[in-house]
């Protein structure tokens, strides 16, 4: 789940430059398992269907594919690639924490980041001593 349109354009950038960074390809449009051909180029893929946020990127054609190809090479700053990388291994949502709170306002529980590790002893709530126990 994202928050925005430009957030999930950036998912989509992150998406397409994987094969880049791991060095597999040196140009996204080589890579035959993604959608970048499509989206930047045209080529015809029966899986895939445009999202309305790329179709909003320009009404005719050649222009949208123009200005994706451009977004997608641009820089991407190491911060941007990190907080996408760290939102999917963690499974949370992408986008601001006012969009978390919302969220989980609508859910009626927690879908953000916790502290990692088991809670400190003195947050754990304390019970009583049963009889046994306090003869020990």
């Not at 597999?24 to 445009?50: C, K, M, T």
């Not at 990127?57 to 200005?67: D, G, H, N, Q, T």
């Not at 879908?111 to 304390?126: E, F, H, T």
Request: aromatic share 8%.
């Amino acid at each position: 789940m994202v928050a925005s349109d430009a957030h999930l354009l950036q998912c989509y950038r992150y998406i397409e430059l994987n094969p880049l960074r791991a060095s597999i390809v040196a140009d996204p449009r080589d890579y035959p398992w993604s959608s970048h051909q499509y989206n930047a180029f045209g080529e015809h893929d029966p899986l895939i269907r445009s999202h309305a946020v790329y179709c909003e990127l320009a009404i005719e054609v050649e222009r949208r594919r123009s200005r994706y190809r451009t977004f997608v090479m641009d820089t991407i700053t190491p911060e941007e690639t990190d907080a996408i990388r760290i939102h999917l291994q963690r499974q949370h949502l992408y986008g601001p924490d006012r969009f978390r709170r919302a969220i989980e306002a609508q859910l009626g529980r927690t879908v953000g980041p916790r502290k990692i590790g088991r809670p400190r002893k003195s947050a754990l709530p304390s019970k009583p001593l049963s009889n046994q126990e306090s003869l020990l």
